[in-house]
């Protein structure tokens, strides 16, 4: 790989509840990004696209679609599905890319649409995310097979639900200063902990929301990003990960292997280690899976974030931001469009577009995201160019 | 056309040997012929050494639970019994292996201390592996 990659305009639409058809949100999101980056639609020369249930608003082959309603209908198109990872790893396929030479700029939009199935309906998807044979097809659904894990890593390290419920509070605290968050409310422990048990040990405010919503960024080489005289962002490490796609698969329940390899990779690529990395947006779909990454990430050893996280270490003053944005948790959950949505966020927080949630002095960010309980992930890492 | 003879051949996929299995009160696993590592039956191939040399084992399906939860809202064609079963992982005696099943008529979680002992009691066409707790 011999190019510099970077990230040179951002967009993203409301995380929420939408009206509009999926089309419609992705076009929105992607319109926004090119804006940001200044650049004219015909410099785009391939898009990359995340989703995992346009199906349910009929729609796939989501790719060709989008880049013709865009006015872009003889420029590639490639979709990518991989659960709630797919953001990351449409992102990595897009780095690629122009990393490789094939491409100077290319469109890389996250998109989903989903609250309109119902609850019921969007926890049956969701559970064909799963390993069906083993999990969904024996009634478990995500916030079950999460459940699992949370009570695997209370026994193991000796945590409680409370120190779970402090994750909630940050990134909610986080989120109302996000004008894009799905969820923008301030939440207390007691909160959390009195809503209802949605899988035992994990409660409603345990839990992310099912989200509509789309993001996008325009990514291009070193060179066209110095044309654009404009703040960009460059990416500096990229990683891929995969662990059994079943819970039961792990020797250890406690921890995600694909965040692991994937982590190693970028911190490798970038010549940096954990303690480099000024913050840092992770995949936060229910509070144990924040405690886990921030582990698995090496910000804090095995079995000691949930204490770290009571303490403060991951608000934004804290020693290591944890979701600034306000994370899956506040911020929303549109799975398609959850790994780019925190590029998105990178993007934002160093080119002076984060308002009150501007984590000062921050030059190194990461982002990791991954699909279904972990079975893939992507981990990229950035630097802020003045 | 009755004379004709049906040379195609019946085909047993490796997911129904773990459900006839199952239904024996069994889990189907495979040992790895190069390396002796043990997988689940229905792995293709090892997943240390990569070997396709398997060999079938029928392990006795008991084991202690290592994890569970129990939903509020259950998925479709679960909604019937949502609250009242437990998703379970449970390690199978004698082994490293772990599996996971449905446990059903479990409503709190002081039902089921983690530990616990089950066994297979089949493969529901509706609910996938079903267990059983032991007293």
Redesign the interface.
């Known amino acids: 790989m011999t190019n510099k990659v970077c990230v040179i305009g951002a967009g993203s639409t409301r995380y929420g509840k939408l009206d509009e058809n999926i089309i419609e949100i992705a076009l929105a999101a992607s319109k926004d990004a090119i804006d940001s980056a200044g650049i004219a639609p015909k410099d785009i020369q391939a898009g990359y696209i995340s989703n995992v249930f346009g199906v349910s608003d009929k729609q796939v082959h989501m790719a060709p679609v989008i880049m013709s309603n865009l006015g872009l209908p003889y420029v590639p198109g490639l979709t990518i599905e991989s659960a709630c990872g797919s953001g990351s790893i449409m992102f990595r396929e897009a780095y690629a890319n122009i990393a490789a030479g094939f491409y100077d700029c290319v469109l890389a939009l996250g998109v989903e649409k989903i609250t309109h199935t119902g609850?019921?309906?969007s926890?049956?998807l969701f559970?064909y995310c799963s390993d069906f044979?083993?999990?969904?097809?024996?009634?478990?659904?995500f916030?079950?097979?999460f459940?699992?894990?949370a009570?695997?890593y209370i026994?193991t390290y000796k945590a409680n639900e409370e120190d779970l419920a402090h994750v909630a509070v940050k990134n909610h605290e986080n989120g109302i200063l996000n004008p894009k968050a799905h969820v923008r409310k301030e939440i207390t422990v007691d909160d959390v902990l009195k809503s209802?048990?949605?899988?035992?040990?994990?409660k409603l405010y345990d839990c992310c929301p099912f989200s509509d919503g789309a993001s996008a960024v325009i990514l291009c080489n070193e060179a066209f990003a110095k044309k654009s005289n404009r703040s960009y962002v460059e990416v500096i490490g990229s990683g891929r990960g995969a662990s059994?796609a079943?819970?039961?698969?792990r020797?250890d329940?406690t921890t995600i292997p694909s965040t692991i390899n994937a982590a190693k990779q970028a911190y490798k690529m970038a010549g940096i280690t954990p303690k480099d990395v000024n913050f840092a947006e992770v995949h936060d779909c229910f509070t144990i899976a924040e405690i886990i990454d921030i582990e698995d990430l090496g910000f804090f050893q095995k079995g000691t974030a949930a204490h770290a996280v009571r303490e403060g270490a991951t608000r934004r003053n804290g020693e290591i931001p944890i979701n600034p944005s306000g994370g899956l948790k506040s911020k929303g959950h549109p799975i398609g469009a959850t790994g780019i949505g925190q590029v998105v966020e990178v993007f934002e927080q160093f080119t002076g577009k984060a308002g009150e949630r501007t984590i000062k002095d921050a030059e190194i960010a990461l982002t990791q995201n991954f699909g279904a309980t972990g079975a893939s992930a992507a981990v990229h890492i950035f630097k802020k160019v003045e | 056309m009755s004379s004709q003879v049906n040379h195609q051949q019946q085909i047993v996929s490796l997911?129904e040997k773990f459900i006839m299995s199952a239904n024996k009160g069994k889990i189907l696993a495979n040992r790895c012929s190069n390396c002796g590592h043990i997988m689940l039956g229905?792995i293709y191939y090892c997943?240390k050494c990569h070997d396709s040399q398997l060999e079938p084992v029928e392990l006795e399906g008991t084991g202690k639970i290592?994890?569970?939860?129990?939903?509020?809202?259950?998925?479709?064609?679960?909604?019937d019994?949502g609250g009242s079963?437990a998703?379970?992982?449970f390690k199978i005696d004698n082994t490293?292996l772990?599996?996971?099943?449905?446990l059903l008529g479990v409503k709190s979680?002081a039902d089921l201390p983690?530990g616990s002992k089950v066994k297979v009691d089949g493969f529901d066409t509706k609910?996938?592996?079903r267990v059983q707790k032991l007293s």
Do not use: D
Request: net charge negative; charged share 10%.
């Open positions: 609850t019921i309906q926890t049956t559970s044979f083993y999990e969904g097809g024996n009634g478990a659904s916030p079950g097979l459940a699992s894990i009570r695997s026994a209802p048990v949605v899988a035992s040990p994990l059994p079943a819970v039961q698969g020797e329940i | 997911r229905t997943e290592v994890t569970y939860t129990i939903q509020a809202v259950a998925p479709e064609g679960f909604s019994i079963y998703w379970i992982v490293v772990k599996v996971s099943g449905i979680p983690l609910y996938g592996l």
